[in-house]
């Protein structure tokens, strides 16, 4: 699951339906959905060690 991360496709979609689907990570944990929302995200670009 490591390869996972979340999107949106804003500015093209409503952000709202996106904002649902990650409310249904939440059987997961909150680690696992923080690092599915953004943590990736952020390890990925180099935005934070």
């Not at 952000?15 to 995200?41: C, D, F, H, T, Y």
């Amino acid at each position: 699951m490591e390869a996972i991360a979340f999107g949106s496709h804003a500015p093209f979609d409503y952000v709202g339906p996106s904002l649902v689907k990650l409310e249904n990570l939440a059987p997961l944990g909150p680690a696992e959905q923080k690092k599915i929302a953004w943590r990736k995200a952020v390890a990925f670009f180099g935005l934070a060690p």
